[in-house]
């Protein structure tokens, strides 16, 4: 079957430290793959995509990796502060190039200070 | 200030009874989309719709309906053939061309 996995369990480090979420997949071929941010009882909000022929993508303290051998992405905060404490989602195109991505469960992120 | 927004933002229906979830936004995007979340879960996709006048099923369609009269608006429906329609709901636009998602604040629905 196809599936999105994201760490069920919740990711806590330090601030000022970089964290690192992971999002694999099998049995796609995605032609992108997006991180979104969501806080508690609010909609997710776009951060990165990346496409299937880039290695890595940045902007400001966010770093988002794409190994489509491994099938796996990773995205990266670095100096993580208090107020990245979220859930982050992964999500990706499982139908070639289309507009409907499917999302992970997503990863909850709590830096303390 | 362009958005998607959603209303209400909490909601309570007792069973058997049909609901409308509003979702309006003045991004002038074509494309629009209603997902359902639970806790643990990732986000189902409901209905989307890619045009004016036209919409497709998502995954868990069932027990839900949608219109699209005009660009800007995208209610849902959750019906009473709804078997667990408690759950936070939640409408994105996309521009076209783009992949990129905006979503709405959310509706939490509570059927008793």
């Known amino acids: 079957s196809q599936k999105i996995e994201q760490n069920s369990e919740a990711l806590n480090i330090q601030e000022g430290k970089t964290a690192t979420l992971t999002c694999n997949y099998t049995?796609?071929?995605?032609?992108?793959l997006q991180w979104y941010r969501q806080d508690p009882g609010r909609g997710p909000v776009f951060l990165l995509l990346i496409r299937e022929n880039e290695k890595e993508k940045r902007k400001e303290r966010l770093k988002v990796t794409f190994d489509t051998t491994l099938k796996q992405s990773l995205f990266h905060i670095t100096a993580s502060q208090p107020a990245d404490s979220a859930t982050y989602l992964c999500a990706l195109d499982t139908s070639g190039g289309s507009y409907i991505p499917t999302f992970g469960r997503g990863t909850s992120l709590i830096v303390h200070p | 200030d362009g958005g998607i927004t959603q209303s209400p933002k909490y909601l309570f229906r007792k069973e058997g009874q049909n609901v409308t979830l509003s979702c309006e936004q003045n991004?002038?995007?074509?494309?629009m989309y209603w997902y359902r979340q639970d806790p643990g879960q990732g986000l189902r996709l409901i209905y989307y719709s890619q045009i004016v006048n036209d919409f497709q099923k998502g995954d868990i369609a069932e027990g839900y309906s949608v219109s699209r009269e005009k660009k800007e608006s995208f209610p849902l429906t959750v019906t009473s053939a709804q078997k667990n329609p408690t759950a936070f709901y939640l409408c994105?636009?996309?521009?076209?061309?783009?992949?990129?998602?905006?979503f709405g604040p959310g509706t939490r629905l509570t059927v008793t």
């Open positions: 049995n796609y071929s995605p032609a992108y």
């Open positions: 991004l002038n995007h074509d494309a």
């Open positions: 994105a636009s996309r521009a076209s061309g783009a992949y990129e998602q905006y």
